[in-house]
């Protein structure tokens, strides 16, 4: 398999990122400057390092100025940095020395981001801050499956295994339905339907997928069983039944995020959740009574993207009244 169908592979896969491995493929090819089907080039994939995807971004930011924003720049790095892990995981192309850095938490000095980031915040020509992206679909297949682990565990009864449960039970509600840490922290067991399999946040009843029905069913059963018990009934609770302090870090989510992607931000869990309530077409002020979110958080999660916002309005439009009949 050449680089090319490699890469065509990959945008098929994760089309949202097609803008960005273009860019970079435009870069390739310029260094390169030979053709991207040519078996060749498999060479040079092999010494492709750290640095030679930072002068890739510096080449999009401060030659032909695609970038403008810290956050975009951001999105390119993280992009190209999965796409070589998709690389890695599904050809014999070897570059361990890439991969490792890569796959390194973000903190290390020697990792990928740490370096991508290095550049990004030091750079004038990049506007604003960066800000906390929602995450990625692929991260989401990740930490929900991680969540799925957890609360799929036949034995909760040690504080560790607890902690991990409670915080997967939270992520996978920060996921599906966008709700701030804030107002998990105010939900009670009274407010979970057994029979009916709904949830009510905020006088809203969300009704829940039947894998999280039978989570949450076990859950409940476990903590009834074991008396872990708050004087208010509130659901989210450490092993002991104390609730989840206001700090985020308390209920173990950042750490847990951290270990798996690299991130600590529970704002990239709560703006993936945000976003996937307004592509199906809620609006705003129903969103803030749900999720108790801020404007400025809602606002943050808006498609930018061009593609993705044509494929979000035409998804809404067929479900117009007599659309068919047009």
């Not at 273009?22 to 010494?47: A, V």
């Not at 704002?267 to 404007?295: C, F, P």
């Amino acid at each position: 398999m050449n680089y090319k169908d490699i890469s065509d592979n990959f945008i098929k896969e994760y089309p949202d990122y097609k803008s960005d491995v273009d860019n970079f493929n435009e870069y390739l090819e310029t260094y390169w400057k030979n053709s991207l089907t040519g078996e060749p080039l498999r060479i040079l994939l092999k010494g492709i390092d750290v640095e030679f995807i930072l002068k890739s971004l510096t080449y999009n930011v401060e030659e032909v100025k695609r970038y403008k924003s810290k956050t975009k720049a951001k999105r390119y790095a993280t992009v190209i940095g999965q796409f070589f892990s998709y690389v890695r995981k599904n050809t014999d192309i070897a570059n361990p020395e890439l991969y490792d850095a890569i796959s390194f938490n973000r903190l290390r000095e020697n990792s990928y981001m740490k370096r991508m980031m290095s550049y990004i915040e030091k750079c004038d020509m990049l506007a604003g801050v960066v800000e906390q992206e929602a995450l990625s679909t692929a991260q989401a297949e990740k930490l929900l499956e991680w969540s799925n682990g957890q609360l799929d565990a036949q034995d909760w009864d040690d504080t560790t295994s607890f902690r991990k449960a409670m915080a997967a039970l939270g992520i996978k509600m920060m996921m599906l339905y966008g709700i701030t840490y804030r107002e998990l922290r105010k939900i009670k067991w009274e407010h979970y339907d057994n029979r009916y399999g709904f949830i009510t946040v905020n006088g809203f009843e969300l009704r829940l997928p039947p894998k999280m029905t039978i989570q949450m069913q076990r859950m409940k059963e476990f903590v009834y069983n074991k008396e872990i018990k708050n004087e208010l009934g509130l659901l989210f609770v450490d092993r002991s039944g104390e609730p989840w302090a206001e700090i985020t870090s308390y209920s173990g989510i950042p750490d847990y995020l951290g270990a798996l992607l690299g991130i600590t931000s529970v704002t990239s869990v709560l703006k993936y959740g945000i976003r996937q309530l307004l592509r199906a077409g809620i609006g705003d002020s129903a969103i803030k009574r749900i999720t108790g979110a801020n404007e400025k958080i809602i606002q943050g999660c808006l498609v930018s993207d061009d593609n993705e916002l044509k494929r979000v309005i035409n998804n809404r439009i067929v479900m117009a009244e007599l659309y068919y009949d047009f």
